[in-house]
C-alpha cells in the first residue's frame, strides 16, 4: 500500500462533511494536507499523533514508520505556511530532521472531526471527542452525538481535576472557580478566545457546572466563572489545554485505522505516539 493509498483510505472511511461548515470537505481547501514528504512511496508503518514533534519524528523513524498522521499543523501556523518561518533555526532544524527520517506528514484534523464509524449503531460521531469520551469512561455520560456534553454521577469539582489528570496522564491541571462545587453537568466548549459573551450565556442558560477547557484565558469566561463562583453558583473551570484534550482522540484513532485502511492495509504496523503533556507546573 502506497501512502497515498493509506490516506485516501483515512478519507474515505470518514463522513467527508465538514463539521463546522456543514458542506463536502474541499481537497483544495481542507486543512487536511500533505505537509511534508513523498506519499509515492510504499508505506511501511503508521504513527497517529496530535502533534508531530520532534520527538515524534525520532519516535516514527525508530519504529521504522514512514507516515505521520497529526491533528494539528506542523509548522506552529494556521494552514502551515511555510513562508511565514522561512529562515527560522527551529524550521530549519526541524526540516532537517524531516529529511533525515525521510516520511511523510498528511494531517487529519477535518475529516476526523467531520466523522468516523465509531457509534455502537456505526453512525458517524467526529473522532476527536469520540476518543476523550472512551478515555474518560464517559461514553455512557454523553449528552448527544458531540461528545462534548456530558452528565456524570455528582462529582466534586477538585476530585474531577484529580481524575482528568490521571487518565489523560496530565502533569497536573488548573481549577477555576469553586473547587467543592459539586458538579454533574458538564462541557467541552470551544475555543475561549476572548469574545466569548455566547458561552457565557450558554453555561448561565443550560446550566453547566464545569467547563473543561482548551484554551482559557484570565478575562471573559475565567472572570465569569470566578463571579459565579463567589456568588454561591456552584461553577468552575477546568484547565487541561488544547493539545491534551484532543490527544485521545489520536490515540483511539490508531485502533480503528485498521478498519479503515481494510485487506490492502492489513499487517501495517499502526501506533500511537503521545506528544506528553503541554505543560509543566511549578509550584509554590
Not at 40 to 54: F, M, N, S
Not at 95 to 101: N, S
Not at 263 to 273: C, K
Request: glycine share 10%.
Amino acid at each position: 500500500m502506497l501512502i497515498s493509498e493509506a490516506i485516501q483510505a483515512i478519507r474515505d472511511y470518514c463522513d467527508g462533511i465538514d463539521a463546522f461548515t456543514g458542506k463536502p470537505i474541499e481537497l483544495a481547501t481542507t486543512r487536511d494536507q500533505v505537509l511534508y514528504g513523498d506519499i509515492d512511496q510504499q508505506c511501511t508503518g503508521i504513527v497517529t499523533c496530535i502533534w508531530a514533534t520532534a520527538e515524534v519524528i525520532r519516535r516514527a523513524k525508530e519504529l521504522g514508520a514512514n507516515l505521520i498522521v497529526p491533528h494539528e499543523a506542523l509548522f506552529w501556523n494556521h494552514g502551515d505556511r511555510r513562508e511565514v518561518v522561512a529562515g527560522n533555526k527551529t524550521f530549519e532544524a526541524k526540516c532537517a530532521l524531516l529529511d533525515e527520517w525521510g516520511g511523510a506528514v498528511w494531517r487529519c484534523h477535518d475529516y476526523i472531526h467531520s466523522g468516523v464509524p465509531l457509534a455502537s449503531d456505526g453512525s458517524m460521531v467526529d473522532g476527536i471527542f469520540y476518543g476523550f469520551a472512551v478515555k474518560m469512561d464517559w461514553l455512557g455520560s454523553a449528552v448527544d452525538e458531540t461528545f462534548m456534553r456530558y452528565r456524570i454521577e455528582p462529582t466534586p469539582a477538585r476530585d474531577l481535576a484529580q481524575a482528568l489528570v490521571h487518565k489523560l496522564g496530565l502533569n497536573g491541571t488548573r481549577l477555576i472557580g469553586d473547587g467543592d462545587a459539586l458538579v454533574r453537568n458538564v462541557e467541552i466548549p470551544m475555543h475561549i478566545m476572548g469574545r466569548d459573551n455566547d458561552e457565557i450565556a450558554h453555561i448561565d442558560s443550560e446550566g453547566i457546572d464545569c467547563i473543561l477547557t482548551m484554551e482559557f484565558i484570565d478575562f471573559t469566561v475565567s472572570e465569569y466563572i470566578r463571579d459565579a463562583a463567589m456568588l454561591g453558583q456552584g461553577k468552575c473551570a477546568i484547565h487541561m489545554g488544547h493539545f491534551n484534550g484532543e490527544e485521545p482522540g489520536m490515540e483511539y484513532m490508531a485502533k480503528w485505522l485498521p478498519a479503515a485502511l481494510g485487506d490492502a492495509g492489513a499487517g501495517l504496523p499502526v501506533t500511537f505516539v503521545p506528544m506528553g503533556d503541554t505543560y509543566q507546573y511549578v509550584l509554590a
